[in-house]
């Protein structure tokens, strides 16, 4: 193997000098046990581990305040990685978890400086091979913290559901991101199905509906999905995650029922998020009277399907498996009791966030 090769790549991937020293084998073996890593930091600077030469010890070393906590432990993985494949030696399991819980790092610090965007190092992006497009989707399982789940475990599910290689990240004991290629959306062809006419929403919308279905049945029970657009990881990684989080937070909040959450169906709910509480308040106030009678359980799943429905009279009854005369008189019965119409497009808009804000504040 090239060290030399290699300590010239690393030297221009860090933009630091980086410089090759040897100790004896038999010092390196008694600090690096303290540390307990395979690199030490000493008078300044940081040793890594490079290989044994003899009774020598082959290290590179680089400032210490020229590395951040990240890529030091990006740089103890590189090299462990290079001695592994000078080896022929497969990569564990294990090693793909670390490099995982690297970027779970990596995020988190990102967050700590308050970041609202940030770009993968090189070195991380190059580890995980996250050069192509992928499709990010955030799981978060309501299990119990008794039960620890198994990163091979759960990564093999995740696998056979795609047909397809995935990039798991576990970002909390209970949150999940998952990256899939993007062309999972093209190889649903089995039904008799027009991909003319299905939008990426569309083909976004049955991944996560078919992943939840199986994850629920088959892993932990109860849990949510957030699922979101196609991202080139690289550069968009970061950004993606803030908004899978809001995805997850938005859907849980606004529509308890659910557990699939489309950032694309959220977009009022966003919007009406950012309202302070105090004219949310005085919103409900203004937009309908006597809510407590007019929201009864009823009424309100009678307008939420009115609504997903795209005010259709006819299709919702159909939903709701009673008479279009019964579903008329419901409505008209809301009309005299709030004042608001949602047969018209301008009253249909103020109950509808009226629905949204309601729900929450009865909650609380």
């Given at each position: 193997?090239?060290?030399?090769?290699?300590?010239?790549?690393?030297?221009?991937?860090?933009?630091?000098?980086?410089?090759?020293?040897?100790w004896?084998?038999?010092?390196?073996?008694?600090?690096?046990q303290?540390?307990?890593?395979?690199?030490?930091?000493?008078?300044?600077?940081?040793?890594?581990?490079v290989?044994?030469?003899?009774?020598?010890?082959?290290?590179?070393?680089?400032?210490e305040?020229?590395?951040?906590?990240?890529?030091?432990?990006?740089?103890?993985?590189?090299?462990?990685?290079?001695?592994?494949?000078?080896?022929k030696?497969?990569?564990?399991?294990?090693?793909?978890?670390?490099?995982a819980g690297?970027v779970?790092?990596?995020?988190?610090?990102?967050q700590?400086?308050?970041?609202?965007?940030?770009?993968?190092?090189?070195?991380?992006?190059?580890?995980?091979?996250?050069?192509?497009?992928?499709?990010?989707?955030?799981?978060?399982?309501?299990?119990?913290?008794?039960?620890?789940?198994?990163?091979?475990?759960?990564?093999k599910?995740?696998?056979?559901?795609?047909?397809?290689?995935?990039?798991?990240?576990p970002?909390?004991?209970?949150?999940?991101?998952?990256?899939?290629?993007?062309?999972i959306?093209?190889?649903d062809d089995?039904?008799?199905?027009?991909?003319?006419?299905e939008?990426?929403?569309?083909?976004?919308?049955?991944?996560?509906?078919?992943?939840?279905?199986?994850?629920?049945?088959?892993?932990?029970?109860?849990?949510?999905?957030?699922?979101?657009?196609?991202?080139?990881?690289?550069?968009?990684?970061y950004?993606?995650?803030l908004?899978l989080?809001?995805?997850?937070?938005?859907?849980?909040?606004?529509?308890?029922?659910?557990?699939?959450?489309?950032?694309?169906?959220?977009?009022?709910?966003?919007?009406?998020?950012?309202?302070?509480?105090?004219?949310?308040?005085?919103?409900?106030?203004?937009a309908?009277?006597?809510?407590d009678?007019?929201?009864?359980?009823?009424?309100?799943?009678?307008?939420?399907?009115?609504?997903?429905?795209?005010?259709n009279?006819?299709?919702?009854?159909?939903?709701l498996y009673?008479?279009?005369?019964?579903?008329?008189?419901?409505?008209?019965?809301?009309?005299?009791e709030?004042?608001?119409?949602?047969?018209?497009?301008?009253?249909?808009?103020?109950?509808?966030?009226a629905?949204?804000?309601?729900?929450?504040?009865?909650?609380?």
């Amino acid at each position: 193997m090239d060290w030399e090769l290699l300590r010239e790549r690393l030297e221009k991937t860090l933009n630091v000098p980086v410089k090759s020293v040897k100790w004896s084998w038999d010092d390196w073996r008694r600090d690096a046990q303290e540390s307990g890593a395979g690199s030490l930091a000493k008078g300044g600077e940081v040793y890594f581990f490079v290989q044994k030469e003899g009774q020598d010890a082959r290290l590179f070393t680089v400032r210490e305040d020229a590395v951040t906590p990240v890529e030091r432990r990006l740089v103890e993985l590189m090299l462990e990685a290079w001695n592994v494949r000078d080896k022929k030696s497969p990569v564990t399991v294990s090693e793909l978890e670390r490099k995982a819980g690297l970027v779970r790092e990596w995020f988190r610090e990102q967050q700590e400086l308050g970041l609202v965007q940030a770009e993968m190092p090189d070195m991380l992006v190059s580890q995980l091979g996250l050069y192509s497009t992928k499709i990010p989707l955030l799981l978060y399982g309501d299990y119990t913290t008794a039960r620890r789940v198994q990163y091979l475990e759960l990564k093999k599910l995740l696998e056979s559901f795609f047909d397809a290689e995935i990039t798991l990240i576990p970002l909390t004991d209970k949150e999940w991101l998952m990256l899939a290629p993007e062309n999972i959306l093209s190889i649903d062809d089995k039904e008799d199905r027009d991909p003319d006419e299905e939008t990426q929403e569309d083909l976004l919308a049955a991944v996560g509906y078919g992943l939840h279905e199986m994850l629920e049945n088959e892993w932990v029970g109860e849990c949510h999905l957030a699922v979101h657009y196609p991202i080139l990881p690289s550069k968009e990684l970061y950004a993606a995650i803030l908004q899978l989080r809001e995805t997850m937070m938005l859907g849980r909040t606004y529509h308890v029922g659910s557990t699939t959450h489309l950032p694309w169906e959220l977009q009022l709910e966003k919007l009406v998020h950012l309202i302070p509480e105090a004219e949310k308040a005085g919103f409900l106030e203004r937009a309908a009277q006597r809510l407590d009678l007019a929201f009864d359980p009823e009424t309100l799943t009678t307008l939420e399907h009115f609504f997903q429905l795209d005010c259709n009279v006819s299709e919702t009854a159909k939903k709701l498996y009673i008479h279009r005369n019964t579903l008329l008189y419901r409505l008209d019965r809301f009309k005299q009791e709030t004042g608001l119409d949602v047969r018209t497009f301008n009253h249909a808009v103020l109950v509808k966030i009226a629905m949204l804000l309601y729900k929450v504040t009865k909650r609380k």
